[in-house]
T-cell receptor
Framework: GENVEQHPSTLSVQEGDSAVIKCTYS??????FPWYKQELGKRPQLIID?????GEKKDQRIAVTLNKTAKHFSLHITETQPEDSAVYFC??????????FGAGTTVTVRA | DSGVTQTPKHLITATGQRVTLRCSPR?????VYWYQQSLDQGLQFLIQ???????AKGNILERFSAQQFPDLHSELNLSSLELGDSALYFC?????????????FGPGTRLTVL
């Protein structure tokens, strides 16, 4: 199966600074990479995703980059705000139907 | 609110018992996925159903089983429960069966095995 590694496991940033989370995957056939945000006690919610035919995708303060050769992808959050504090999960597709998730990054934005 | 519902919200039971968790997908979604989230293991994919049929299996124990009914709701059955089964169980749904479809998660069921 797909092995997804996510770093760092915790990240503390000052409000207004940027946060970067990195993931690597093992299956070169993976072609879909979503990112989920999970606030404390709530469900995971999709915040952005990228497909393998695209190198970068942006949505307001959030961007994701993908390097298929190196098999890694990253989430970038700019101008962080307190409401960005949450656990972020990356995932990579494998097989025809499955997603494999990283272990999560707990992001804390300090006011 | 994602439109995916799960019941019950909380479940407390004893080792050796059997429980059933229920999930209703978003209107129009044909796929249901089950995940286990424990503190030390993140989100683990268990199983997927598409339009009533099992489509993909992940790290699901033999003591666990699932099914999807004609009305597309799904149930996850956990039997011979052990302390280590205590976790949050999420279901998610998507329009079709492909892994590139956005998965919408339900609020989860927190299972505590004493």
């Amino acid at each position: 199966g797909e092995n997804v590694e996510q770093h760092p496991s915790t990240l503390s940033v000052q409000e207004g600074d940027s946060a970067v989370i990195k993931c690597t995957y093992s299956d070169s056939a993976s072609n879909y990479f979503p990112w989920y945000k999970q606030e404390l006690g709530k469900r995971p919610q999709l915040i952005i995703d990228i497909r393998s035919n695209v190198g970068e995708k942006k949505d307001q303060r959030i961007a994701v980059t993908l390097n298929k050769t190196a098999k890694h992808f990253s989430l970038h959050i700019t101008e962080t705000q307190p409401e960005d504090s949450a656990v972020y999960f990356c995932a990579a597709s494998w097989g025809d139907y499955k997603l494999s998730f990283g272990a999560g990054t707990t992001v804390t934005v300090r006011a | 609110d994602s439109g995916v519902t799960q019941t019950p919200k909380h479940l407390i039971t004893a080792t050796g018992q059997r429980v059933t968790l229920r999930c209703s997908p978003r209107s129009g979604d044909l796929s249901v996925y089950w995940y286990q989230q424990s503190l030390d293991q993140g989100l683990q994919f268990l199983i997927q159903y598409y339009n009533g049929e099992e489509r993909a299996k992940g790290n699901i124990l033999e003591r666990f089983s699932a099914q999807q009914f004609p009305d597309l709701h799904s149930e996850l059955n956990l039997s011979s429960l052990e302390l280590g089964d205590s976790a949050l169980y999420f279901c998610a749904s998507s329009v079709s069966s492909g892994h590139t479809d956005t998965q919408y998660f339900g609020p989860g069921t927190r299972l505590t095995v004493l």
